[in-house]
């Protein structure tokens, strides 16, 4: 009985640490991308000078390059927290059947135990949530090297949209 409330304690303490993991992840990539467009919205508009032409690209190209590595340690760091989690839901599947196992040996309903074992520690959409933030990265690793190139191609002319 004592093991089987250690493994509780344990099983708790572990859905604790994912969801504060996740929450973290959530406000960091939060903060992360706002600021990144803030920053790249910036740097693009300190670029341009007053008709809207594409005149210095310099702080531009320097805050591509600052948020590009910012962008890639941010899509392996998710590599990190998806790893940190499937690890944490291992833990708890194993710490989740042995607590089946010995809660069908105490009352004596190996049914509960077939009924307990098809239940998910983890929730799949965390998983498929962080895969989202994590395309995101590299979504907007691609878009503002695009946009890089297309203001290049508009040096000495007026950007589209730039008033």
Not at 21 to 31: D, L, P
Not at 78 to 91: A, C, F, I, N, R
Request: hydrophobic share 50%; net charge positive.
């Amino acid at each position: 009985m004592e093991n089987a409330t250690a493994s509780l304690a344990l099983l708790r303490e572990i859905h604790e640490y994912a969801r504060v993991e996740f929450q973290v992840y959530v406000a960091w990539f939060t903060f992360f991308l706002t600021l990144l467009l803030g920053t790249m919205a910036w740097s693009l508009r300190a670029s341009l000078d007053r008709q809207g032409k594409v005149v210095n690209l310099l702080p531009f190209y320097c805050m591509l390059v600052l948020f590009s590595v910012q962008l890639l340690l941010g899509i392996v760091g998710t590599e990190y927290v998806l790893s940190d989690l499937k690890h944490g839901e291992e833990q708890a599947l194993v710490l989740q059947q042995s607590l089946i196992q010995q809660t069908a040996e105490i009352t004596q309903r190996p049914a509960l135990a077939t009924e307990l074992v098809e239940i998910n520690p983890f929730p799949q959409g965390i998983t498929k949530a962080i895969r989202l933030m994590q395309g995101t990265l590299a979504s907007n690793l691609i878009f503002w090297a695009g946009v890089a190139i297309l203001a290049n191609k508009r040096k000495g002319k007026k950007l589209a949209g730039a008033n």
